[in-house]
């Protein structure tokens, strides 16, 4: 069987935001599309046969042979590799600048000069090289990108993710509006359309079925955009709603009730509305296929609607605690006790400090804490299986793929880590390059198993991750086996 692959060990993936599944002495075999056909907990050969001798039987081809990599437990476990749910792009080369701006300040002073210089391609093919290549390290096999406004250096994005595999939503970003952008970093609302439609027709003419590249409306937020602007993309967005697929349409993504500054510019600028939803709902940018990026000060008219019309949340909370003018914690535990289940990390790039998803779930953690105490209690943490959810099959709910990835699930794509925690003093050659949190005699029990994740989630980073799959490609390995 050409191309196919087996793991044997411990596979760690989430149910639901308060469940994860620990799945013991397990085979996964990968086909050679890069789906997973068999998941098999708890399996064991029979009549003395190998594991190797025990394929065949169980996927009633006796003859098969497939090559089994076996995991040594508790210290080495597969886990869904990471979802980016808002990331900017072009501001890979800018982060940690502007520290303590206020979000406008930020944008004017530093985000948009900076944003400007993509329209040199040469410049543009070589940061989005080095931004989907250390996402790919981070194990962030799957980001919904923000683009610059520049629809050529949009295109060398979508093609750079193809070229490298990493799955990408990917977005020219729009901005006409006058009174709001810099004359230097700013379009016509003609140039808007026109380059948005280049954009998605140039994804469908790269990746015909959207396997790994597809295109996302993306005006950056409504402040930057004109009525007319956000006016035709809500057309283009009706335009194209089955473009993959019957209700598989194109989705949008914006910033979305990010910081005061900013909803006080948008009710000014916008007066007809109340509330950003209201907004976004008039412009038919509103709904199942939406990505609200940050989300921190949500009115209740604002949460209901979100909850209403299904839309997904990329939570930032890098960027929220770091730039923008203030503390914004986003609600989380409030959004998912209403039943809101559509939330993923974003790490966001510029506005924040860390391209690792690893670091937006210990956050996350942290910014739930500072919310439960700002609330006295109203509002209780979060768990670590919530901000693992989030980083994984949450992320892929917010964009619409987790009947693809975010799970082990027989059908689903092989977009997998493995995870190594070995201790470096057990270790015969005594060489180990990855964060070392001290085994203390962990067993192969469920407990011992969730021990040594728990280490992982907090103190791990990507010198843990010794492979990382798409689709069952390899995209990066420190072991040197399959």
Same mark, same amino acid.
């Given at each position: ?20 599944? !620990? ?40 003859? &098969? ?16 590799? *990471? ?52 996402? /790919? ?31 990408? #939503?990917?977005?020219? %970003? ?14 016509? =609302?003609?140039?808007?359309? +026109? ?9 469908? +003419? ?9 295109? !996302?409306?993306?005006?950056? *937020? ?7 602007? /956000? ?33 006080? &510019? ?14 976004? %709902? ?52 409030? /959004?998912? &006790?209403?039943?809101?289940?559509? !939330? ?12 690792? !998803? ?17 609330? +006295? ?12 959810? $989030?980083? =994984? ?14 799970? #082990? ?11 190594? $925690? ?9 060489? #180990? ?5 001290? $085994? ?5 029990? &469920? ?31 420190? /072991?040197?086996?399959?």
């Amino acid at each position: 069987m050409d191309g196919s692959f087996a793991y044997y060990g411990t596979l760690i993936h989430s149910h639901s935001p308060s469940q994860i599944e !620990i799945l013991d002495d397990t085979l996964v075999i990968v086909d050679d599309r890069g789906k997973i056909s068999h998941i098999s907990p708890q399996f064991q050969p029979r009549d003395g046969r190998s594991l190797e001798d025990s394929i065949g039987p169980l996927i009633d081809r006796p003859d &098969a042979r497939i090559p089994v990599v076996r995991l040594q437990s508790p210290s080495q476990f597969l886990v869904p590799s *990471f979802i980016d749910t808002h990331v900017h792009a072009p501001q890979f080369s800018m982060r940690g600048l502007g520290q303590g701006l206020h979000i406008l300040d930020w944008l004017d002073q530093i985000t948009f000069p900076h944003e400007a210089k993509f329209r040199d391609t040469d410049y543009a093919r070589q940061v989005y090289a080095r931004c989907v290549d250390m996402g /790919l390290r981070q194990g962030v096999t799957t980001a919904c990108y923000f683009g610059s406004l520049h629809t050529p250096a949009t295109k060398i994005l979508v093609d750079v993710c193809l070229e490298k595999g990493q799955r990408a #939503f990917v977005g020219k %970003t729009c901005m006409d509006n006058p009174e709001t952008n810099p004359e230097y970093y700013r379009e016509d =609302t003609a140039e808007v359309v +026109a380059g948005t439609r280049e954009v998605i027709e140039h994804c469908r +003419a790269v990746d015909g079925k959207g396997d790994i590249v597809r295109p !996302i409306l993306t005006p950056r *937020f409504a402040i930057s955009c004109t009525p007319e602007s /956000l006016t035709e993309l809500g057309k283009l967005a009706r335009e194209h709603e089955h473009a993959y697929g019957v209700g598989q349409g194109i989705p949008n993504q914006t910033h979305f009730c990010e910081a005061q500054q900013e909803i006080d &510019a948008t009710l000014k600028q916008y007066r007809n509305f109340s509330c950003e939803a209201d907004l976004y %709902t008039h412009y038919g940018l509103f709904d199942h296929s939406s990505v609200l990026a940050h989300c921190t000060l949500l009115s209740e008219d604002d949460q209901a609607k979100i909850k209403q019309r299904n839309c997904g949340i990329a939570h930032c909370p890098a960027s929220n605690t770091t730039v923008g003018g203030g503390f914004m914690a986003a609600p989380i535990r409030k /959004l998912l &006790a209403d039943g809101v289940t559509k !939330i993923g990390l974003g790490t966001d790039s510029g506005g924040g400090f860390s391209c690792s !998803i690893m670091d937006a779930m210990r956050l996350a953690l942290i910014v739930g804490n500072a919310r439960e105490m700002l609330s +006295a209690g109203k509002e209780e943490r979060l768990k670590l299986e919530e901000i693992f959810y $989030m980083a =994984t099959l949450g992320g892929a709910k917010v964009l619409r793929m987790e009947d693809r990835v975010g799970s #082990f699930e027989v059908g689903k794509q092989f977009d997998a880590l493995l995870v190594d $925690m070995s201790d470096p003093y057990h270790n015969a050659s005594g060489r #180990f390059d990855a964060v070392h949190t001290m $085994m203390d005699g962990e067993s192969q029990s &469920a407990d011992g198993i969730r021990s040594v994740w728990e280490k992982w989630v907090m103190s791990g980073d990507d010198r843990n991750l010794r492979k990382v799959w798409v689709g069952g490609k390899v995209k990066k390995d420190t /072991l040197g086996d399959r």
